[in-house]
């Protein structure tokens, strides 16, 4: 009867092999499975740690160009602050010259 683990339950596994450095046969032996399971979920848990990296280098870069459009939208602002206050000036002598 084939038995159905969770993913969790998968983890668990692979890393209790990595960790006790306990042969694949032993592992495969413990928990009922067979070696070809095994080394899926191996290469999937190789996977997932790869791109664990991965996402985490790209988080990094995601957060840095978060700031640097946080930092320019703040540089927009203050120049459209900069010509608001530029065009009431300019009207107001516009009025005065027409005055």
């Keep these: 009867m084939k038995k159905i683990l969770s993913p969790e339950q998968k ?7 990595i960790m006790s450095r306990r042969t694949v046969t032993a592992t495969c032996e413990k928990y009922n499975i067979s070696a070809n399971a095994f080394y899926k979920w191996q290469e999937i848990f190789f996977k997932g740690a790869l791109e664990g990296f991965v996402n985490q280098t790209s988080n990094r870069k995601k957060q840095a ?3 640097e459009v946080e930092r320019l939208k703040a540089e927009i602002i203050k120049k459209d602050s900069i010509i608001a206050e530029i065009m009431g000036e300019n009207l ?7 005055a």
């Design 11 to 17: 983890y668990q596994i692979i890393k209790e092999h």
């Design 65 to 67: 160009e978060i700031k």
């Design 92 to 98: 107001e002598l516009k009025k005065n010259n027409l």
